[in-house]
Nanobody, 120 residues
Framework: QVQVVESGGGLVQPGGSLRLSCAAS????????MGWYRQAPGKQRELVAI???????NYADSVKGRFTISRDIAKNTAYLEMNSLEAEGTATYYC??????????????WGQGTRVTVSS
């Protein structure tokens, strides 16, 4: 099994920046992709950014140009640098890890989330 732990959340003022970390550990054969999702109270969980094993990235339109997803392959860790944060960024941020256990077997694992609050 794979364990996923997010960290780095906290309180930040509007216009400020924050960096989240997602560390995957356990029985890992190969990480196919790591992604960040967020969920605000009363709203559905939404995609923020994804980075694949090949280094390709995808971002939600709402965060393009402000957020950057990156990875450290050796550490099985993904990061989300959030800049120019606004109130809409307030949410619990979850990390998703997709792994390849066998030739044609894929599984996804989720962390418990880290809270981000944007407020003055």
């Amino acid at each position: 099994q794979v364990q996923v732990v997010e960290s780095g959340g906290g309180l930040v003022q509007p216009g400020g920046s924050l960096r989240l970390s997602c560390a995957a550990s356990g029985s890992i054969s190969s990480i196919v992709a790591m992604g960040w999702y967020r969920q605000a109270p009363g709203k559905q969980r939404e995609l923020v950014a994804i980075i694949t094993s090949g280094g390709n990235t995808n971002y939600a339109d709402s965060v393009k140009g402000r957020f950057t997803i990156s990875r450290d392959i050796a550490k099985n860790t993904a990061y989300l640098e959030m800049n120019s944060l606004e109130a809409e960024g307030t949410a619990t941020y979850y990390c998703n890890v997709r792994v390849k256990e066998f030739v044609s077997t894929y599984r996804e694992f989720w962390g418990q989330g880290t809270r981000v609050t944007v407020s003055s």
